[in-house]
Every structure is written in structure tokens, then in C-alpha cells.
């Protein structure tokens, strides 16, 4: 795969398939296997000896799983458009949805070389976009319109200038009027404190983090969107017995480790974007 960061997906990836193999998996992705090769193999065992971000990782899945499964519950027939898709199986593993899978076309192929859309329970359109020189608003807008659609970026953000965020958030509004978003957001005190022996490795691979801020939930807010839910990824997981902390130090003690890397939802202000 020859954008970096697209090969931070296999690390991801490897994290659900462990989680699946636990005895209590927190997502339960039971479809990462299918995704599993020895490249894939190769990154896990960079990865595996960082338990906190592997289980945060998987934390992070399943809380978006949640969410999705409210939303889906309530509208079976709602559009979930999933940017930078990586190796997601949610349009397999979760009941209803209209899904959107976009990503680099490498990633795209092969998933569907080893899980064909067309086997999907649900509707589901893989859209292949070159990011570094194609227009997302461009591959995106045969699927543009009013309806309310349910939009996931998760490990995305982080890798993107904020230029390129705003610019993402631009795009998602006009295509998308009416919209929600679902999207993990790491502080930077979280960053410094908790992700830089993991950052490093990330590096190693190509990839970095980028512009990582204090309050960057104000992309959000500062556009026009109503914060609707934040979710601690690190007090999931240690809830779920997937960290090497007691889930009540975290709630109580451990405030930057807590509140610095969430799982947000944001939807309309009051109308439309």
C-alpha cells in the first residue's frame, strides 16, 4: 500500500482481531480475520506490547459499534458514510444501515478480494479515492443529499493538518447538510503523557500526528456542530478489564488519562448546519 498512513490500518485491524479472540472482546469483529495476512501479522508484532493502546483500540470500535446500533435500531435504512474505512466490517457485523466505505483504492481492493460487498447483510458501496490528489466532495457526491447521514472518522484525524481537517468538515457539510459524526479526539496533554512510545513506532511506519491540540473539539463546535456525546475510550477499556488500572482510578484519579482521548458525537445545532 503506498500511502503511509494507510498502513496504520493493519495495525488497527490486528487490534480487532486480537479483541476477537479474548475471552471477553470488547467489539467482538469476528470479520477482522478474513483481513488477516502476513503483512498484517508483521505490524501486530511491532504493535502487540503496547496492551494500553491495543486495548484502548479496541475500546474505541466498540464504542462507535454502540452508538451505530442505537442510531440503526431507531432508522434500519439510515446512510453511514465511513472515511478512511480502512478495514472496517461494521456493514457485515451490525443490523441496517445504507453503508459508504471510502478509502485508498489499494485497501478497497483487497477487502474486497477477501469479503465482497455484495455479501454484506446490508446495503454497502466501497468508494476508492486516491486522497493525496483526488476530490472527496468529487467521489462523493453521487451520494450527497438532505437525509440525515451518520458519518464515521475513526483514527483519521490525528494524521491530518488542521487545514485538512477543516477542509474534510467542509466538504462533509455540503455534501451532507444534515449530519452526524462520530470520531475519536486525543488532547494534546494525552499525547504527551500517554502516545509518544506509541507515536514513535507509528512513525517508524511512515505516518505521524499532526497539529494535535488542547481543545480539538473546536473544529467541531468552532463549525457550527452541537456536541451531543463524549465517551472515554481509556475508561471503557479499563471497565472492560483491558487496562493495567483499576477502572475507578481512572474515573477518579486520573483525569488527563480519562478526558484526553474520547469517542465524540456531533450533530446539527439547532436546523441545519
Not at 479483541?19 to 472482546?25: H, T
Not at 493502546?53 to 470500535?61: I, M, V
Not at 434500519?76 to 465511513?82: F, I, L, R, S, T
Amino acid at each position: 500500500m503506498q500511502n503511509p498512513i494507510s498502513r496504520t490500518a493493519y495495525y488497527t485491524l490486528a487490534v480487532r482481531n486480537w479483541d476477537a479472540a479474548q475471552p471477553r472482546p470488547m467489539c467482538g469483529d469476528s470479520r477482522a480475520r478474513s483481513f488477516m495476512n502476513p503483512e498484517a501479522e508483521g505490524v501486530w508484532q511491532q504493535f502487540k506490547r503496547y496492551h494500553r493502546a491495543n486495548a484502548s483500540n479496541a475500546a474505541r470500535h466498540a464504542i462507535i459499534d454502540e452508538h451505530l446500533s442505537t442510531v440503526l435500531e431507531a432508522r434500519p435504512q439510515a446512510p453511514v458514510v465511513v472515511i478512511g474505512a480502512g478495514f472496517d466490517t461494521r456493514a457485515f457485523r451490525l443490523r441496517g444501515g445504507r453503508w459508504i466505505e471510502v478509502d485508498e483504492p489499494a485497501i478497497l481492493t483487497y477487502k474486497e478480494s477477501r469479503l465482497p460487498a455484495a455479501r454484506a447483510p446490508n446495503r454497502l458501496t466501497r468508494v476508492p479515492i486516491a486522497f493525496s490528489r483526488e476530490s472527496l466532495a468529487e467521489r462523493l457526491a453521487p451520494f450527497a443529499g438532505q437525509e440525515f447521514a451518520h458519518v464515521i472518522i475513526e483514527g483519521v484525524l490525528m494524521y491530518l493538518t488542521q487545514s485538512q481537517r477543516e477542509e474534510l468538515i467542509a466538504t462533509l457539510r455540503k455534501l451532507f447538510p444534515n449530519h452526524f459524526v462520530y470520531c475519536d479526539l486525543m488532547r494534546q496533554s494525552f499525547f504527551e503523557k500517554y502516545s509518544r512510545d506509541l507515536h514513535e513506532q507509528i512513525v517508524g511506519m511512515g505516518a505521524t500526528f499532526r497539529d494535535i491540540s488542547e481543545t480539538p473539539e473546536k473544529l467541531f463546535t468552532d463549525a457550527g456542530y452541537r456536541k451531543l456525546a463524549c465517551t472515554s475510550i481509556p475508561l471503557r477499556a479499563a471497565q472492560s478489564g483491558g487496562l493495567d488500572i483499576p477502572a475507578f482510578v481512572v474515573k477518579w484519579a486520573l483525569g488527563t488519562l480519562r478526558n484526553g482521548y474520547c469517542i465524540w458525537k456531533f450533530g446539527p445545532s439547532e436546523g441545519r448546519l
